[in-house]
Every structure is written in structure tokens, then in C-alpha cells.
């Protein structure tokens, strides 16, 4: 079987890219880890931290995981030059990935829930010019 973290990185990029509107809306500018040097904004990353193994539902089912998933948006400041378009990428993002489930080959059960709206920063970095936003997730996901 694949490994948890390979199906993941496949299937949220396939998910991203089945929604025109959020892939449009960053010329399809979306990968995992760190952005490639050079690339204009906007565009999506997206990463995760520790996989840990939990009692996923009841205690005689299966063990499952829980997977912290971090989506961060980066936009200019000049692109076209309002806050609003970095939060309409906000919005198709949440539209996409909000309770989605996912397909992940060996494993039942995927969802995505936003961890916490109080936790989504939006920062402006004065220096590159730039606005960020980190999205939190958690993921949770039962082997068959």
C-alpha cells in the first residue's frame, strides 16, 4: 500500500484541480510544500505536521489517523490591489476542502475539517509586498 503521506499529496491536488474556480482563480499555481523559487502570485501551497495514530471512532474499531493539513495562500499587494481577492481565494478554498472527503486507496472514512476559523491568520509582509493566509485542517482517516 501507498503511504498515507504520498495519497494525500495526490489527492488534495486532485481535488483542487477538479474545481475550476479555485484552480482558476491561482492559474493553477497549487502545490505541497514550498512554493517553487520564482513563482507569481497568486498561489496555494499546502503541507501538513505529524501524522498520529488515534483510536479513530469506537474503541474495538480500527486504529485511524489524524493529520494536521496546512493550505497557505499568498498574493501582491497590487494583484489587483485589494485585500478583497486574497479572501475570494479564502472562500474558494473553504468551498472546495470544507468537510470534503477524500479518496485515498487502503483507507476509509477521509474528511477534512477546518481546525479553527479564529486560527486563520491573514498577514501583510511589508517588506515583500505580499498578503498570506494559513488555513488550518485536520484530516481524519480509517485503514479498510
Do not use: C
Not at 488534495?12 to 497549487?30: E, M, P, T
Not at 498520529?52 to 489524524?66: C, L, R, Y
Not at 481546525?115 to 511589508?126: A, H, K, R, T
Amino acid at each position: 500500500m501507498a503511504s498515507l503521506e504520498g495519497l494525500l499529496v495526490t489527492s488534495i491536488y486532485n481535488k483542487a484541480h477538479d474545481n475550476s474556480a479555485l484552480w482558476d482563480s491561482v492559474n493553477g499555481r497549487f502545490s505541497f510544500g514550498a512554493a517553487p523559487e520564482g513563482i507569481a502570485k497568486p498561489y496555494i501551497t499546502y503541507d501538513w505536521g505529524g501524522i498520529a495514530n488515534i483510536p479513530a471512532f469506537a474503541s474495538d474499531s480500527p486504529v485511524g489517523s489524524e493529520i494536521p493539513i496546512y493550505f497557505h495562500v499568498f498574493n501582491t499587494e497590487d494583484f489587483p490591489g485589494d485585500i478583497n481577492d486574497i479572501t475570494d481565494i479564502q472562500d474558494k478554498l473553504h468551498a472546495v476542502f470544507d468537510g470534503a472527503s477524500l479518496a485515498l486507496t487502503g483507507y476509509a472514512n477521509m474528511k477534512l475539517l477546518r481546525s479553527d476559523i479564529v486560527n486563520e491568520i491573514m498577514l501583510f509582509e511589508d517588506d515583500a509586498k505580499m498578503w498570506s493566509i494559513s488555513i488550518p485542517y485536520r484530516g481524519f482517516a480509517s485503514p479498510t
